[in-house]
């Protein structure tokens, strides 16, 4: 089992950046494939960008295009989301998640088992 603390949420400008991280409890976070949500304003949770177990392999929504980097640090058991040249549609709750398939990039929160409790980041046009 894992817990996820997210943090680094906040208010930016549009243009400006922001560096999410999550951070897992547990000595089985490398086993773990890991996930980044976000649940805009009265819509549903989407997929945002995912990393596997060795950062051998990663996915992004399309919508990212290009300006959303995911990594993680299996020493620090923490997995990060850096997001540049933030747009007004990118303001919502992040949530990081975890999969226990350690292959894994799926975008659908379906696989995810585990989450955290979310972080706001709201960027202003």
């Known amino acids: 089992q894992v817990q996820l603390v997210e943090s680094g949420g906040g208010l930016v400008q549009a243009g400006g950046s922001l560096r999410l991280s999550c951070a897992a409890s547990?000595?089985?976070?490398?086993?773990?494939?890991m996930g980044w949500f976000r649940q805009p304003p009265g819509q549903e949770r989407e997929f945002v960008a995912a990393i596997t177990s060795n950062s051998g392999s990663t996915s992004y929504a399309d919508s990212i295009s290009g300006r959303f980097t995911i990594s993680r640090d299996n020493a620090k058991n923490t997995v990060y989301l850096q997001m540049n040249s933030l747009k007004a549609g990118d303001t919502g709750v992040y949530s990081c998640a975890a999969n226990v398939n350690r292959y894994s990039t799926a975008r659908s929160r379906t696989y995810y088992g585990y989450w955290g409790q979310g972080t706001q980041v709201t960027v202003s046009s």
């Open positions: 547990g000595r089985t976070f490398s086993s773990y494939s």
